[in-house]
């Protein structure tokens, strides 16, 4: 079965440094996503994109975030400047349709966990 | 607002007893609601996905839900426990006609104990 694969795994980076994490969806999902967890908290939402744009956006996607489909399998997030609160696992997911659709559910990598120190 | 309550932080029971483990949900639309599983150190896995078709709904491994929309609960079993299936399991609800994005739980650990 296809998967939504997420790379590096593991991710340590120093407080004000740029990070990349990048993701490749499964290749006809047309709608694409970056989750987080911190660690004790809860799975949220952070991007949402299709076409070539940012479809939907939570509080927490600033202007320190920014997403990219650089090429037609890969898809990026990237955080400009870290902070220690980035720390946290962070997922990657694709869909077939949007998310909320009925049908529509998503499907995620394995995560990328990032720590700031 | 879209919100869900898992109303169980950890869950344990024997291997081969019947798993519960309840969700109650909050939105102002009609739902999609799904359930997933996370395996340590692994991503998380669609366990199964409420589609409006049938109010009981199965998904993989033994698992189902049932969606009672007059309780505003979307609960999941399982017959009989297996040692594989200690993991976390997030109850999710979705909306299309109002905020898309998935909004989670805050997870049930299941143990299962030999």
């Known amino acids: 079965e296809p998967e939504v694969t997420q790379t590096p795994s593991h991710q340590v980076t120093q407080m004000g440094q740029e990070v990349i994490l990048r993701c490749v969806p499964i290749s006809n999902h047309l709608y694409f996503y970056w989750y987080r967890q911190i660690l004790g908290q809860k799975v949220e939402f952070l991007v949402s994109f299709y076409n070539n744009e940012i479809s939907e956006k939570s509080e927490i996607f600033d202007d320190q975030f920014s997403v990219e489909r650089p090429d037609g399998s890969n898809f990026t997030l990237k955080i400009r400047s870290t902070k220690l609160e980035d720390s946290a696992m962070y997922f990657c997911?694709?869909?077939?349709?949007?998310?909320?659709?009925?049908?529509?559910?998503?499907?995620f990598g394995n995560g990328t966990r990032l720590t700031v120190t | 607002a879209q919100s869900v309550t898992q109303l169980d932080s950890h869950v344990s029971v024997s291997e081969g007893t019947p798993v519960l483990l309840r969700c109650n949900y909050s939105?102002?639309?009609?739902?999609?609601l799904f359930w997933y599983v996370q395996h340590p150190n692994k991503g998380l896995q669609l366990l199964l996905k409420y589609t409006s078709a049938a109010t009981l709904v199965k998904g993989i491994n033994g698992f189902e839900a049932e969606f009672k929309k007059s309780e505003t609960s979307f609960h999941l079993t399982k017959p009989s426990a297996h040692m594989s299936d200690a993991a976390e399991y997030f109850c999710v609800v979705s909306d299309i006609t109002g905020r898309r994005a998935l909004t989670f739980g805050s997870g049930t650990r299941l143990q299962v104990q030999p």
């Open positions: 997911a694709s869909s077939v349709r949007e998310q909320g659709a009925y049908n529509s559910p998503l499907h």
């Open positions: 939105s102002s639309y009609s739902p999609s």
